[in-house]
């Protein structure tokens, strides 16, 4: 009687499980645009000197055969360049073809592998003009391919896990590397020769381990689907001219007023300390601002902290604008952004708290 009942629970539940729909792997797209990560060098054991955008976005899909039991992975090849040679015209690029991707409802989520020289700033536009509430993750590596315990395919494999997870949904832009997740507004690179080279003076989002995503803040800043900004309402393949001017002791006036006669919209000043300026140098900026109509926009070259209003410079009385914690080169992408939708130093000056 008890083998006779065995036997008919075995055939019920074999009888449940074929009428269970299987596990839906969610779809994951791999947009790849060069960089290290798909660089390759002449010897294993020399992991500076090689040759980035070499390796081709099928081959680093298959060099990770594991990431196929994380989702169904396609790849596209957007670019193959080195990410320091990405101007804004291949930053809009990529940004539409993003916003098209995740469009579709066939796309549950989007890797993006990129250079690490400007990996944040592409995250950082990214975050700002995609309306999405899909995990958009960039990924890059500070090994090459070929090099000896090259960072690559396990960045690769963490990207993809991350991305196909429905808990990244409604986090903003992210970066993947070495395990660490981090907001795109906050991620920087911090050193150039190790494999941990991305931090955030705030902290990374969370963490992965072994495919699987661990939270531990979130980002309260405006982005994606709560950005003003959006990469539809963007024309052409140019942004409005912002340029950086890099503070230090015995400066010359003449690189701020160069970036003016080539057309430059807002300048970023790069100062030390609190985006300092020095006494020499405001006479000129007061200038270009006032006669000239040139935004000015304090920032720091420090890594840490961020640039007090009305500190340091009289921000209100001149007509200034302060960075916040945005370093110069986010503060670049911002304040393209915010001029092409006004040039009102107040609205402005709004956007950089907001953002």
Known sequence: M???????????????????????????VVVA??????????????SATYTAAKVPVDTLINAVPQIKDLANVTGIQALQVASESITDKELLQI???????????????????HGTDTLEETAFFLNLVVHTDKPIVLVGSMRPSTALSA???????????????????NKGVMVLMNDSIFAARDVT??????????????????????????????????????????????????LPTVQIVYGSGS???DAYEAYAKAGAKAIINAGTGNGSVPKYIVPTLQNLHDKNGIQIIRSSRVAQGFVVRDAEQPDSKYGWVAAHDLNPQKARLLAALALTKTNDTQEIQRMFWQY
């Open 33 to 46: 645009t060069g960089g290290t990560i798909a660089g390759a060098g002449a010897s294993s054991a020399n």
């Open 189 to 238: 690179k911090g050193i150039n020769i190790h494999t941990n080279a991305f931090v955030s003076q705030w902290g990374a989002l969370g963490t992965l381990v072994e495919g699987k995503p661990y939270w531990f803040r979130q980002s309260v800043k405006r982005f994606t689907n709560a950005s003003e900004f959006n990469i539809e309402n963007i024309k052409g393949d140019a």
């Open 95 to 113: 940004a539409r073809q993003v916003n098209e991707l995740v469009k579709k409802p066939s796309v549950n989520g989007v890797v993006i592998t």
């Open 151 to 169: 960072d690559g395919p396990l960045n690769l494999y963490s990207a993809v896990a991350l991305a196909a997870s429905d808990d990244a949904k």
């Open 2 to 28: 008890l083998t006779k009942t065995v036997k008919s629970l075995g055939l019920a539940m074999g009888l449940l499980a074929c009428s269970l729909p299987l596990y839906a792997k969610n779809n994951v």
């Open 251 to 253: 400066m010359l006036p």
